[in-house]
């Protein structure tokens, strides 16, 4: 990816898009710093990394009366913890996105007369910010029972994890009710296997999961999911990461 203008960048709440009431996205991770000098430094402080921490800070405009909007949604979320997504570019199938599970700390509304109102708000990590991929984008409904694409994510060595996070932005239908579940495998996904198993969601909100740190050798991840109920359809957006 070379040099862009920030036109499309994406932000995922646990069950709601709020990309078109944001103008603003940032992201922040930093590694405490530990000074370690000791009388043979050689004169020179000694760094160590200690705790580490992530932060998402997002503006934009202020809307409200329904859970996908951004006052429901935060209000809803406040305090809460949750899965967040954020795509610098955009959530097609493959996009960059940061992944991580973070607490809703502040939310912020209201401004001079005469201008657009306003909302800020920001969440800070619970766990890791992980760099990945969209592995479903928001704007497909299913209906059924299906796969995705595949991401070549590569092998997950032994300490690292995978990383998912599922938002389900809409749910529709008599009693509709989706299972998704992430798979690894080889490039034509042979013999698949289940590497996380999200609870089934039968309304709006989020679900984010990890792995155990176990080694595993697939170098391909992909999200699949099992949809029931009468004239089920759901959109959702998922995201997957390795750190």
């Known amino acids: 990816m070379g040099k862009f203008v920030l036109f499309d960048a994406r932000l995922f709440a646990p069950g709601a898009d709020l990309s078109g009431a944001s103008n603003k996205i940032e992201l922040t991770s930093e590694i405490e710093d530990k000074e370690t000098t000791n009388y043979r430094s050689n004169g020179w402080k000694e760094i160590i990394g200690g705790l580490g921490s992530a932060e998402i800070s997002g503006e934009g405009q202020w809307e409200a009366g329904d859970p996908s909007k951004v006052d429901d949604a935060s209000w809803s979320t406040l305090g809460g913890i949750g899965p967040y997504t954020v795509c610098p570019t955009d959530s097609v199938v493959g996009a960059l996105a940061y992944i ?67 938002h389900v932005l809409s749910a529709a239908g ?70």
């Open 100 to 166: 991580t599970s973070g607490m809703r700390a502040d939310y912020t509304i209201g401004d001079a007369v005469g201008e657009i109102a306003p909302w800020t708000g920001t969440v800070k990590s619970s766990w890791p910010l992980v760099r990945g991929q969209i592995a479903h984008p928001p704007g497909l409904a299913r209906t059924t029972t299906g796969t995705g694409t595949a991401l070549q994510l590569g092998a997950i060595p032994a300490g690292k994890r995978l990383y998912a996070a599922l």
């Open 174 to 243: 008599t009693t509709p009710s989706i299972t998704a579940r992430i798979e690894s495998g080889d490039a034509a996904f042979a013999s698949p296997t289940t590497r996380l198993t999200f609870g089934a969601a039968t309304a709006p909100g989020g679900q984010i999961l990890r792995g155990d740190g176990t080694a595993v050798t697939d170098t391909h991840y992909r999200v699949a999911w099992t949809v029931t109920g009468t004239s089920p359809s759901f959109m959702f957006a998922v995201s997957l990461g390795i750190r």
